[in-house]
């Protein structure tokens, strides 16, 4: 340390006979380890809303993942947008809107209600409710959690280990469709998560059974939040438009889990999705609706917080995330 600060004040300086900070400073700082906690708080008319991280979600190796893809074009889009060539990784951003008479949560995260199966993505996820303390927002408060589908990673933390509700005073929202898919034992078949997908849904919504709502295509689920089924990823996939004022948000789920390979090549399969090309019909469609007129989105899965629009780009579409505000509400 001692030699290049002595070369950049220069021989002979004045300066150099008294030292411009303490020795103590000299010591290495200890490195803090720890992060904030991962919450963004922004206006959608006159809601307020929240973005709660239930932490990172990795994918690993992306190829997997994207099974109909081709290896080399993959690698091509990770590393042109400087991202890991080996490791594709996804956030999980839950909204919580206040509308002044409800306090709505969008999805749960992982949570640890599956026991190591919480896990299967890795230790970094299940931090939706700590996250949402850290915010100011007790789960007691939340009236109404809305599912986009029934996934782990979107309504595993509706109950704790035990299987206590999360939630005590919320109704659940989901379509009809999802609750009945993922809660059938009929449909443990095919790819091996199936049976740890169907006996986690079972065991967070059955805690909620007296208090399901069924979302409809169109209809409102509280009033400024409309349900837009966009089936594919799930049977029953639905997104949410959140509109206050003049201001929308649509919540866009998991239309796309990649702001790179899944934009700029909407037909790309996903290797979660229950009916795959129909998920990427769907997804087509939305996109080139919400380019064409400008939708602010979230995306559960993209970049933290998941804010942007996305815009025309060759023959798929850019992610331009919303800059985040954080020295006001607007
Ligand atoms: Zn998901």
Excluded at 135 to 144: L, Y
Excluded at 266 to 293: H, I, K, N, V, Y
Aim: proline share 8%; net charge negative; aromatic share 8%.
């Amino acid at each position: 340390m001692n030699v290049p600060r002595r070369a950049l004040l220069g021989a002979g300086a004045a300066l150099a006979a008294a030292p411009l900070w303490p020795s103590a400073a000299e010591a290495a700082a200890p490195f803090r380890n720890d992060l904030p906690p991962a919450w963004y708080r922004f206006r959608i008319g006159e809601f307020e809303a929240t973005v709660i991280s239930d932490g990172r979600l990795p994918l690993g190796e992306p190829g997997p993942a994207f099974p109909a893809s081709p290896p080399a074009e993959i690698t091509a889009l990770m590393q042109s947008n400087f991202l890991p060539v080996n490791s594709a990784n996804l956030e999980q951003n839950a909204l919580i809107v206040n509308t002044g008479r409800h306090l709505v949560l969008f999805d749960t995260g992982m949570g640890d209600s599956m026991g190591p199966a919480s896990q299967m993505f890795g230790p970094t996820t299940g931090r939706l409710l700590r996250n949402m303390r850290a915010a100011g927002i007790e789960p007691a408060q939340i009236d109404m959690v809305i599912l986009t589908h029934a996934h782990c990673d979107h309504c595993w933390a509706l109950v704790d280990a035990q299987g206590n509700r999360n939630f005590p005073n919320a109704q659940v929202a989901l379509s009809e469709t999802d609750l009945r898919y993922w809660t059938d034992p009929a449909n443990k078949t095919g790819p091996a998560f199936m049976t740890a997908f169907i006996d986690g849904a079972t065991k967070n919504l059955n805690a909620y059974r007296d208090r399901l709502v069924m979302v409809r295509d169109g209809a409102e689920v509280v009033p400024g939040i409309q349900a837009i089924s966009a089936p594919g990823h799930t049977l029953g996939h639905t997104m949410y438009a959140v509109t206050s004022g003049n201001r929308t948000v649509v919540n866009t789920g998991d239309l796309a889990h990649h702001q790179v390979l899944l934009l700029r090549r909407p037909l790309w399969e996903f290797s979660f999705d229950t009916d795959p090309r129909m998920s990427a019909q769907t997804r087509a469609r939305a996109l080139e609706r919400f380019a064409g007129e400008r939708t602010q989105l979230l995306s559960y899965h993209f970049s933290w917080p998941g804010l942007g629009h996305v815009a025309k780009e060759q023959e798929g579409y850019a992610w331009i995330p919303t800059a985040m505000d954080l020295t006001a509400l607007e």
